[in-house]
T-cell receptor
Framework: DAGVTQSPTHLIKTRGQQVTLRCSPK?????VSWYQQALGQGPQFIFQ???????QRGNFPDRFSGHQFPNYSSELNVNALLLGDSALYLC???????????FGPGTRLTVL | AQSVTQLDSQVPVFEEAPVELRCNYS??????LFWYVQYPNQGLQLLLK??????LVKGINGFEAEFNKSQTSFHLRKPSVHISDTAEYFC??????????????FGKGTHLIIQP
């Protein structure tokens, strides 16, 4: 059983560009959350998707948006990239019947 | 609002010695507490969680943690560490059992360094 997968592994962009990160949840999971982990910091909650809707959002600007597809996979989009958006972006999946979030390996985004 | 404070950014320990990683939290509602481990260039792996019941929680890899409501603490312990325990450890809190719709609130992490 594959766990949570994320693509790409690494990404380099320049300021002002747009980026799309992808996540496939663990089999049987229907809920996907996204976190941003800056260097030397703990992960910060961006938002969560369930039934293709954004259920809750952390303290992130509208430049951060997402989508969930019918197969429960998800995308994180970031527009107008800033240097401060450089971070490891983690995806976590869970199901309502199991009290644990499973994390993917992350996508390392570098903004130059 | 919830918050987590991990009091030590780095903890050096000799191999086979005991270790305690400290975590304090603040929350105005019921809390569910978690410890995650992150090995270099990897995602987070759940070590253990406190949802309810016994305040002493046992997890994977020989780790355990004790929930202390009066001191708002959830310290992580291991009686004898191994070189392979070198990693970043994160304490997290939620007001829902699985992290819920509001996600998990994490501390800044403690880097556990095992010295031979």
């Amino acid at each position: 059983d594959a766990g949570v997968t994320q693509s790409p592994t690494h990404l380099i962009k320049t300021r002002g560009q747009q980026v799309t990160l992808r996540c496939s949840p663990k089999s049987g999971h229907d809920t996907v959350s996204w976190y941003q982990q800056a260097l030397g910091q703990g992960p910060q909650f961006i938002f969560q998707y369930y039934e293709e809707e954004e259920r809750q959002r952390g303290n992130f600007p509208d430049r951060f948006s997402g989508h969930q597809f019918p197969n429960y996979s998800s995308e994180l989009n970031v527009n107008a990239l800033l240097l401060g958006d450089s971070a490891l972006y983690l995806c976590a999946s869970m199901s309502v019947s199991y009290n644990e979030q499973f994390f993917g390996p992350g996508t390392r985004l570098t903004v130059l | 609002a919830q918050s987590v404070t991990q009091l030590d950014s780095q903890v050096p320990v000799f191999e086979e010695a005991p270790v305690e990683l400290r975590c304090n939290y603040s929350s105005s509602v019921s809390v569910y507490l978690f410890w995650y481990v992150q090995y270099p260039n990897q995602g987070l792996q759940l070590l253990l969680k406190y949802l309810s019941g016994s305040t002493l929680v046992k997890g994977i890899n020989g780790f355990e943690a004790e929930f202390n409501k009066s001191q708002t603490s959830f310290h992580l312990r291991k009686p004898s560490v191994h070189i392979s325990d070198t990693a970043e450890y994160f304490c997290a809190v939620s007001d829902r059992e699985g992290g819920g719709a509001d996600g998990l609130t994490f501390g800044k992490g403690t880097h556990l360094i095992i010295q031979p």
